[in-house]
């Protein structure tokens, strides 16, 4: 056999196939030292080791076996696979409302390069239709491709430039916006946009997925259902989130863009509102609000874009013994905000107290956040905080110290002046900082505990 059929197949993963005979495309029965595997051989990342034979079994899943642990491959039949989604023509149907669909690099909908292992994104409208012919029934859709960066890449360049694009469109006569994104920061991003942009007439959803479209439990189709349906018929006018609700598939919810956070790395349900309630829940046949209040949607084309940004703002997470020098250095690095991320309700230990007092000198504003994540920061209940409040940190009330940072990096691109600075911090802009949390915006569950364990059988998690 030549090595072309034998696609990113190297060492000893080459030699074994070699050996047995079986193709990449090929249907195996792989027998192995941990039982017997069945399904088909694909191609391996050309910068994969050569310790593992891929297979695509039944399920839908990808398995890596062991080159050690095989005893016998038998090919039984031989496929190739046409990775490749299909493109077709999207309809526009009259009377549907018209979505823009802004692309920054995240894959909600997607096809997988062998060759390289990445996930390589769908994009035009052509192409998701063909991979989510569904969303026909629901808008008529633009797509706009800004950026082609991982969520970790997203930074103050994206977000001016998001910003003005969703005021061009709004001002063109778009119906709603979504934009894909990846997960790991999109939080950030709906913040940063919150701020942005301000008294939006029309939706501006931003959506992701946790796992690729690939996988048979891919959550990126129903994300973006979801998504497009918020931007086209919701009349809920704000800059949110939208993300799967509980783990199964029966309904997304929409979050408010400075409330929620991601709080698990993998689970399809990572998204939560913080301290709050969801402004909605949301499937493909309806809306059902939940928040009591939120900005609606509008017949006018006015909206107030604030494309400000600062690079000179910094978070300071505490722990026990930090000293002193850890805040000189970001004093003497030129940093002109930073966002304490302190202890209970808010607190750091004494030994900060001399750098406090010189980055106040030299004119660093500095903001006290919490590390509980939900509740108040309350720096007048103990001396440490009263001390803390005259050497120049202000409290951020209930503000999520991801949002405070991105909201003293957008002040600070505005003005400097220390009055101004706090004025604008402390004034909401979109509930940032609430006058309280609801009784049932503050709920963990901890597993094994007799009453949650009978609780969590009647219920999805």
Not at 262 to 285: C, E, Q, V, W
Not at 294 to 302: I, V, W
Not at 395 to 400: H, S
Request: aromatic share 8%; with cysteine; charged share 20%.
């Amino acid at each position: 056999m030549s090595d072309d059929i034998f696609q990113g197949y190297k060492g000893e993963a080459l030699g074994l196939l070699k050996k047995f005979n079986t193709r990449v495309w090929g249907q195996a029965s792989i027998e192995t030292s941990r039982g017997k595997f069945v399904g088909t051989v694909l191609p391996r990342s050309e910068n994969d080791d050569d310790q593992h034979i891929v297979l695509k079994i039944p399920t839908g899943y990808n398995i890596g076996i062991d080159v050690k642990t095989v005893i016998s491959i038998v090919e039984t039949g031989y496929k190739k696979a046409n990775y490749k989604i299909p493109e077709k023509q999207f309809p526009v149907t009259p009377g549907l409302p018209k979505v823009k669909l802004f692309g920054t690099g995240g894959t909600i909908a997607s096809r997988l390069d062998y060759r390289t292992g990445a996930v390589i994104p769908a994009f035009s409208p052509g192409e998701l239709y063909g991979a989510v012919p569904e969303l026909a029934d629901i808008c008529n859709l633009e797509t706009e491709k800004l950026f082609a960066v991982f969520s970790e890449n997203m930074g103050p360049k994206q977000y001016i430039a998001l910003a003005k694009a969703i005021g061009k469109e709004i001002e063109q006569g778009v119906d709603g916006i979504v934009i894909g994104h990846g997960t790991d920061t999109l939080h950030h991003t709906g913040a940063a946009l919150t701020f942005m942009c301000q008294n939006l007439p029309v939706p501006v959803v931003l959506v992701g997925s946790q796992r690729s479209s690939d996988r048979p439990s891919s959550d990126a189709a129903l994300n973006l259902m979801h998504a497009m349906k918020a931007a086209g018929q919701s009349d809920i006018a704000e800059v949110m989130v939208c993300m799967f609700g509980p783990t199964s598939d029966e309904y997304g919810l929409l979050h408010k863009g400075t409330r929620v956070r991601k709080m698990h790395s993998s689970y399809r349900s990572t998204f939560r509102t913080i301290g709050d309630t969801p402004l909605a829940m949301i499937n493909r046949k309806e809306i059902t609000p939940i928040h009591k209040t939120y900005h609606k949607r509008r017949n006018d084309r006015n909206v107030k874009i604030m494309p400000y940004f600062s690079d000179e703002v910094t978070m300071l997470y505490y722990y026990p013994g930090m000293r002193p020098d850890t805040l000189d250095a970001l004093i003497d690095a030129g940093y002109k905000g930073i966002i304490f991320v302190g202890t209970g309700l808010g607190h750091v230990n004494k030994e900060l107290y001399p750098a406090i007092e010189r980055a106040h000198a030299k004119g660093v504003h500095m903001f006290m956040t919490l590390q509980t994540i939900w509740g108040y920061v309350h720096m007048f209940v103990y001396d440490t905080g009263r001390d803390m409040m005259a050497k120049g940190i202000i409290p951020a009330g209930n503000m999520l110290p991801e949002v405070a940072w991105v909201k003293l990096s957008w002040v600070l691109g505005q003005t400097n002046d220390p009055a101004e600075v706090k004025r604008l911090m402390l004034t909401p802009v979109n509930d940032e900082i609430t006058d309280r949390e609801p009784y049932n915006g503050y709920l963990v569950y901890q597993g094994g505990v007799p009453e949650v364990e009978a609780f969590i059988k009647k219920v999805h998690k």
